[in-house]
């Protein structure tokens, strides 16, 4: 079946340094990715999203592109502030069914 | 607030007991989703309502996991016979109609269960 795995966390990063989380999907047929974050205390949020090979989801500051040739979605940023900590979700869906989770990413941003 | 709201927020309970967990969608979202987080882990799917009728439960672990929407709004996910394995949080997400492939899902804060 679908699958999404995720770079192992916990990431701890000192303020304005750069961010790589690592996703990989393996799924049959062109899904659609995306990244969720949940903060704090909060509930899943959708952070952006691609819907075919080469688009680029941009939120933030935080980007990630679909790349086919690779099964890869890596969400990336180049200045990360405190107030990004939390904990990112990669995930796909195909056509109008659930969508599929990584484990999730713990992420800290130190000042 | 317009966002979805889960009850109750905590829920703790004994082995072998019956519990509800509630959830309010978005106004006008016919898609619903249950999902069930355990620690350390990502969201995984129980099962897709689309209006009144469940159109995918693949995800339901066993039949001690039942979930009804019999008005196309609020949701009960009902669990039979609480085992310590069923301790985690369970969240609730809807989208407008099927929401299509790129359609957003959003998400309620969740029910954390703990079963003693």
């Known amino acids: 079946g679908d699958s999404v795995t995720q770079m192992e966390g916990p990431v701890t990063l000192s303020e304005e340094a750069f961010l790589t989380i690592n996703c990989t999907y393996t799924?049959?047929?062109?899904?659609?990715l995306f990244w969720y974050v949940q903060y704090p205390g909060e509930g899943l949020q959708l952070l952006l999203k691609?819907?075919?090979?080469?688009d680029k989801g941009s939120n933030k500051g935080f980007e990630a592109t679909y790349r086919k040739e690779t099964t890869s979605f890596h969400l990336e940023k180049g200045s990360v502030q405190v107030s990004d900590s939390a904990v990112y979700f990669c995930?796909?869906?195909?056509?109008?069914?659930?969508?599929?989770f990584g484990q999730g990413t713990r992420l800290t941003i130190n000042p | 607030g317009a966002g979805v709201s889960q009850t109750p927020s905590n829920k703790v309970t004994e082995k072998g007991k019956y519990v509800e967990l509630r959830c309010d969608p978005i106004s006008g979202h016919t898609a619903l989703y249950w999902y069930r987080q355990s620690l350390g882990q990502g969201p995984e799917f129980l099962i897709y309502f689309q209006g009144t009728g469940a159109a995918d439960d693949s995800g339901l672990p066993n039949d001690r996991f039942f979930a009804v929407r019999p008005e196309g709004s609020v949701s009960t996910l009902k669990i039979q016979r609480t085992e310590r394995g069923d301790s985690a949080v369970y969240l609730c997400?809807?989208?407008?109609?099927?929401?299509?492939?790129?359609?957003?899902?959003?998400f309620g804060e969740g029910s954390r269960l703990t079963v003693l």
């Open positions: 995930a796909l869906r195909q056509g109008a069914q659930k969508l599929v």
């Open positions: 997400a809807s989208s407008l109609q099927r929401g299509g492939p790129s359609g957003e899902l959003f």
């Open positions: 691609a819907t075919k090979a080469d």
């Open positions: 799924a049959t047929g062109y899904p659609s």
